[in-house]
């Protein structure tokens, strides 16, 4: 195993508030991942957030990974909103550097794997905290920007 290299990402401290949220049907986040979730315009579902989507970060779900229900509203989750809460969440591109503390980053999907997309603030979803000293490609340490939590088409 890699030094550095995490088994379990997702909550590991900080507040943990949180709303039930139920979710879109056939959303699907793989392990190792995080689990951000936007609020659908118009639905009110829940859906894995992804860079470029329409809808801001709403929060992170505590849920399964793998794909979910195939009929809208059925599974339903604890949806943790609290602004204090800290993440660990995998690498999905670029390469944490000790000059990424304090900055924006968004949330990207590659192959059903959900990770901070390092050195991308178009959306600016997560707030950067810390990460991986050893090769900065395995993990980040990271909260919810509040500035875009719960909001649409902002940033």
């Not at 709303?19 to 579902?45: I, N």
């Not at 609290?82 to 900055?103: E, L, Q």
């Amino acid at each position: 195993m890699l030094e550095g290299v995490q088994l379990r990402y997702g909550w590991v401290a900080g507040g943990k508030a949180a709303v039930p949220v139920a979710m879109l049907a056939s959303e699907r986040v793989d392990a190792p991942g995080s689990r951000f979730v936007e609020v659908k315009s118009g639905s009110g579902y829940a859906a894995y957030l992804d860079d470029g989507d329409d809808n801001e970060i709403f929060g992170s779900v505590e849920s399964p990974y793998g794909t979910n229900s195939s009929t809208s509203g059925q599974d339903i989750y604890s949806c943790i909103v609290d602004p204090s809460a800290i993440y660990k969440v995998p690498v999905n591109s670029g390469t944490y550097t000790i000059a990424d503390m304090g900055d924006t980053c968004d949330v990207g999907v590659t192959s059903f794997v959900q990770g901070a997309t390092l050195q991308t603030s178009n959306d600016e979803h997560l707030i950067i905290l810390g990460g991986d000293a050893i090769d900065g490609t395995n993990w980040v340490l990271v909260r919810t920007n509040p500035f875009v939590q719960g909001e649409t088409n902002s940033a």
